[in-house]
């Protein structure tokens, strides 16, 4: 089946700081990818959905500006929070889907932020 | 590592069939396991959910019971609707870290 990558796996960063996270598709061409988030002991809470070549769309809660989404090619999207908080600390994992796959989609295997 | 095997799709089934779709799972723990479903053009909403042994979930007519002896967590619904389309995902979450890992999906299509 088709796979799909995530970057770093886990990440500890500082108060205050950047952090990029990875999601690619390996074998296959990702026309839109989603970002989600999971909260303790709660399900996943989809943040954005991002299409190549385009602005993301951003759910209604999710600060844009601060979860800032680029799917510059088919098969890369990136994930960056902006002046990580504590409060930003979660498992965030990305899917792919590739065109024509109707609602097909592909998670990684996630990435564990922990702000310090 | 933990990973999640669920049946390939797509299913296609009539109004009224019952309906199974299979799930096993392999874990270093004892993981919470869950059934999630996207709706067309929507995120993964939690459909169900278990976390123990012979704990089943159940909602919208939907059930799974978390089997350790067979490493598994068949989802069921006796009787599919239409509006039941949608595709469908197995995940487990070990207790300590709670990261979460999915099956690969199953179509849905149901047919009046």
């Known amino acids: 089946g088709a796979v799909v990558s995530q970057h770093p796996s886990r990440v500890i960063c500082k108060s205050g700081t950047s952090v990029k996270i990875e999601c690619r598709s390996l074998?296959?061409?990702?026309?839109?990818m989603f970002w989600y988030r999971q909260f303790p002991k709660k399900s996943l809470m989809l943040m954005a959905t991002?299409?190549?070549?385009?602005?993301?769309?951003?759910e209604q809660g999710v600060e844009k500006d601060k979860f800032l989404i680029n799917h510059a090619s088919l098969t890369l999207s990136t994930l960056t929070v902006t002046s990580a908080h504590p409060e930003d600390s979660s498992f965030y994992i990305c899917?792919?889907?590739?065109?024509?796959?109707?609602?097909?989609?592909?998670f990684g295997p996630g990435t564990r932020l922990l702000v310090l | 590592g933990d990973s999640v095997t669920q049946m390939e799709g797509p299913v296609t089934l009539s109004e009224e069939a019952f309906l199974t779709i299979n799930c096993t799972y392999t874990?270093?723990?004892?993981?919470?396991l869950f059934w999630y479903v996207q709706y067309p053009g929507e995120g993964l909403q939690l459909l169900l959910k278990a976390t123990k042994a012979d704990d089943k979930g159940s909602n919208k007519g939907f059930e799974a019971t978390y089997r350790k002896e067979t490493t598994s967590f068949h989802l069921e619904k006796g009787s599919v609707q239409v509006s039941d389309s949608a595709v469908y995902f197995c995940a487990l979450s070990e207790s300590l870290n709670n990261d979460m890992r999915f099956g690969a999906g199953t179509r849905l299509t149901v047919k009046p």
């Open positions: 899917s792919a889907r590739s065109h024509g796959s109707e609602e097909t989609q592909y």
């Open positions: 991002s299409n190549e070549g385009s602005k993301a769309t951003y």
């Open positions: 074998d296959f061409q990702a026309t839109t």
């Open positions: 874990a270093t723990g004892y993981p919470s």
